[in-house]
C-alpha cells in the first residue's frame, strides 16, 4: 500500500488545508508536497537496477465484473517521471505559497488533485485506471485555468476542453476495444497491464487501435497538427499552472506510448512507425520554426516543446532500446528545462513592467548576474550543449533514430541547430542589447531564487552524471521495446538479404 500513500498524499493534504481555512490551506499544501517529494526519492534509493519488472506492487481487484485492478507499480520507465513530477509540483506549490490569490483553499485544492491524478497515471499498471486518471487530470486544470487565468481564459478552457475531451473519448474507445478484443479463449475480461500483453491481438485489430491511442497523446502532448490549443493555453495559465501543465502532463502521452501502445501493439507500432518518425519529425521543424517567430516568451517556451516532444517522438518510435532510453530520459531534462524557464519567465516580467515580450527586455542582466547565470544555464541545456543535461537525452535519441532511419535522423539535426537560434535570441534580447523603457535591473530575490534554483541544479546534476538515471531505466526499456525491436530486425533481414545476394546468371545457376 506504500505507492497508495504517494498517489494521494497530495490530495489529502489539500482537502486537509482547504478545510482548516484561508491561512492554512497553503502551508499544509506545500507540506504534503514535499512529504510526496521526500516519498519519490525513497523510491529511487530502493530500486534494484537489475530488474526489469515492476517493483513496490499493489494489485487488488477493483471492479471484478470488469476486470479492473487497483494495480499500481514502479520500474524503470516511471522511476523518475514520478520524482520529476513530485520535484515540480513541489516548487510550484512553493512559488504559489509566496503569492496572493483569490480564494486559496481551492486553488491549492485543485494542485493537489492535479498532482494525485498525474501520479495516478503515472502509477497505473492497469489500462482501465490509467485511462481514468488520464481523464481525470483535465478536471482540475480546467478550474485553473478558467478561474485563475489571465486574458481570455474562457476562450483558452474551452478550446483546451474539446481538444482534449475528443483524444480522451477516442482512447477510452481504444481501451475498452482492447479489452473486449483480449478476452480470447478464456472467457474472461481483464484491464490488467500485464494480462493484455500477453495476448496476442490480430494485426488489423491492432492497427486501429494503434490510431485511437496515438490520436489521443498527440493531442496532449501536443503535436504537429494537433496543437491548437497551446497558444491561446499557455497565454491564459497561472505560472504556476502552466510550468506543470507544460513539463509533466505532456510527458504522461509520451509515456503512454511507451507503457501501453509498444507492448500491447508491437505489430502495429512497427506498421505505423514512418507515419510517427514523420509527425515527430514536423513537430521538431514546426515547433522550432513557430519559436523562432515569437516575441512572447511564454509562446517561444511553448513551440519549443512542440519541438522538445517532437525528439522524444522520434525517440519512441526509433523502436529500439537507444531511442526508447534516450526519450526516458529527455522527458525529464524537458520536464526540469520547461519548468525553469517558465520560473524565469515570471521573474524577468516582475522587472519590465508585467510584459512577458522579449522586446520590452533588455539590459537585465547589468546589476543582476545570478539572476542572467541561472537563465544562461537553462538556455545552454535547451539548445542540447554538449555537458548539458539535454545532449546526452538528444544524443541517445538520435542514435537509435540513426540505427533505424537514417534520412529523418539527418533531417532532424536541423532542429538542433534552429534551437540555439531561438533560444539564445530570446536570451540574449532579455538579458542584454539595450535596457528597456520600463525595465528595473535588479537581482533574483531570495524568494524566487529557492524556486528556480533547486531546478537548475537537478539540471546541472543530471548534466554531470546522466548514468543515475540511464542504469536505472536500462532494463525497462529493454523490455517495454523488445517485441517491436525484434519485428524490425526481421523486417530489415529479407531487405538486407537481397541487396547482398549475388546476381545469377540466365538460368538460375551459380557460376
Known amino acids: 500500500m506504500a505507492l497508495s500513500f504517494l498517489l494521494w498524499a497530495p490530495l489529502f493534504f489539500a482537502l486537509l488545508g482547504a478545510l482548516l481555512g484561508r491561512r492554512m490551506a497553503p502551508k499544509v499544501a506545500l507540506f504534503g508536497s514535499a512529504v510526496t517529494l521526500g516519498m519519490a526519492i525513497y523510491y529511487i534509493a530502493d530500486f534494484d537496477t537489475g530488474k526489469a519488472g515492476l517493483q513496490h506492487v499493489t494489485d487488488t481487484v477493483w471492479i471484478a465484473a470488469l476486470g479492473i485492478h487497483y494495480k499500481l507499480g514502479v520500474d524503470g520507465l516511471n522511476l523518475f517521471l514520478l520524482t520529476l513530477t513530485t520535484l515540480l509540483w513541489c516548487v510550484a506549490t512553493l512559488y504559489a505559497y509566496f503569492r496572493s490569490w483569490d480564494r486559496p483553499q481551492l486553488f491549492f485544492f485543485f494542485m493537489g488533485l492535479a498532482e494525485s491524478a498525474v501520479l495516478g497515471a503515472f502509477l497505473s499498471q492497469d489500462l482501465a485506471l490509467f485511462v481514468a486518471f488520464f481523464d481525470l487530470m483535465l478536471v482540475p486544470f480546467y478550474f485553473l485555468i478558467g478561474t485563475w487565468g489571465g486574458r481570455k481564459r474562457v476562450q483558452a478552457t474551452t478550446k483546451l476542453v474539446i481538444y482534449t475531451l475528443v483524444g480522451s473519448l477516442l482512447m477510452l474507445a481504444a481501451a475498452i476495444a482492447t479489452g473486449v478484443e483480449s478476452v480470447g479463449n478464456s472467457g474472461q475480461i481483464s484491464f490488467a497491464l500485464s494480462d493484455l500483453v500477453r495476448v496476442g491481438l490480430p494485426v488489423g485489430t491492432q492497427e486501429w487501435i494503434f490510431l485511437l491511442f496515438a490520436a489521443a497523446f498527440l493531442v496532449k502532448m501536443p503535436a504537429f497538427p494537433v496543437h491548437g490549443w497551446l497558444p491561446d493555453g499557455y497565454r491564459a495559465m497561472p505560472i504556476p499552472v502552466v510550468a506543470v501543465f507544460s513539463a509533466v502532463l505532456s510527458k504522461v502521452a509520451a509515456y503512454g506510448f511507451i507503457r501501453i501502445v509498444l507492448p500491447l501493439f508491437p ?245
Open 267 to 511: 505489430q502495429a507500432a512497427v506498421h505505423f512507425q514512418e507515419l510517427l518518425l514523420l509527425i515527430a519529425l514536423a513537430s521538431i521543424l514546426y515547433g522550432s520554426i513557430m519559436a523562432f517567430t515569437q516575441t512572447d516568451l511564454r509562446l517561444i517556451v511553448g513551440f519549443s516543446s512542440i519541438a522538445q516532444l517532437g525528439f522524444i517522438t522520434l525517440g519512441i518510435f526509433a523502436l529500439n532500446p537507444q531511442g526508447t532510453q534516450g526519450a526516458l530520459l529527455q522527458m525529464v531534462n524537458h520536464g526540469l528545462v520547461t519548468a525553469a524557464l517558465f520560473f524565469i519567465i515570471a521573474v524577468l516580467a516582475a522587472r519590465a513592467g508585467g510584459s512577458e515580450d522579449v522586446r520590452d527586455m533588455g539590459g537585465l542582466a547589468f546589476r543582476a548576474p545570478v539572476l542572467a547565470a541561472l537563465f544562461l544555464i537553462v538556455a545552454l541545456a535547451t539548445l542540447a550543449m554538449p555537458g548539458s543535461s539535454n545532449f546526452m537525452g538528444e544524443f541517445y535519441i538520435l542514435l537509435g533514430v540513426f540505427e533505424s532511419k537514417l534520412v529523418i535522423a539527418c533531417v532532424a539535426f536541423t532542429g538542433v541547430v534552429l534551437a540555439s537560434v531561438y533560444m539564445l535570441r530570446a536570451y540574449i534580447g532579455a538579458m542584454h542589447n539595450r535596457v528597456g523603457a520600463k525595465v528595473q535591473s535588479r537581482e533574483l530575490s531570495l524568494r524566487d531564487g529557492i524556486v528556480v534554483a533547486p531546478l537548475v541544479l537537478v539540471i546541472v546534476a543530471i548534466a554531470v552524471y546522466p548514468q543515475l538515471l540511464l542504469k536505472r531505466q536500462q532494463a525497462s526499456a529493454q523490455a517495454a521495446v523488445a517485441q517491436t525491436a525484434l519485428l524490425t530486425h526481421q523486417l530489415a533481414l529479407p531487405r538486407a538479404t537481397a541487396q547482398t545476394a549475388p546476381v545469377l546468371p540466365q538460368g538460375g545457376q551459380t557460376p
